[in-house]
């Protein structure tokens, strides 16, 4: 969504109206209304770009991360596919 927000000025008119008026609720293979763009985009974003960080803004970093592990499960999730 990051990226959409800042870069939603470089996509063509035409494209950002398609992205936006597509709902998978209402297509051959459907899809949960929780990940409908049309629904939920615009909504996202909007509450995304309340919430952004300011300079000044302090930011906890979980240090007891374990990056071994992380790797590990990340590797069990591709190959299980």
Do not use: W
């Not at 870069?7 to 209402?26: Q, S």
């Amino acid at each position: 969504m990051v990226g959409g927000l800042l870069g939603v000025k470089n996509i063509p008119n035409d494209m950002l109206t398609t992205l936006l008026e597509f709902d998978c609720t209402e297509q051959k293979h459907l899809r949960p209304d929780f990940l409908s763009v049309k629904h939920h985009a615009i909504p996202n974003i909007q509450r995304l770009s309340q919430t952004r960080c300011t300079a000044g803004d302090k930011l906890d970093i979980d240090v007891e991360f374990d990056y071994e592990s992380s790797l590990n499960q990340n590797s069990y999730n591709q190959n299980s596919k």
